[in-house]
């Protein structure tokens, strides 16, 4: 699952970065910006959520 998310979430950012290069300043690229920006959100989200415990780790 957490590779999955980690996949996700690079694919949302590259897509976000070819957008801002690729694609006219229009609503078209505002609203499939703010899509791939609510996905790097959400993925990382879900990886933040799916964090293993610190306790038992010893700290360096």
Partial sequence: M?????LVL?????VNVFLSFAVDRDG???ALSAVSGVVVLA???GLWM???S???RSEM
Avoid: C, N, P, T
């Fill in 54 to 56: 610190r306790a038992g």
């Fill in 2 to 6: 957490k590779s999955l998310l980690w």
């Fill in 28 to 30: 078209l690229e505002i």
């Fill in 10 to 14: 690079f694919a949302a950012l590259a």
């Fill in 50 to 52: 799916l964090r293993g």
């Fill in 43 to 45: 993925s990382g989200a």
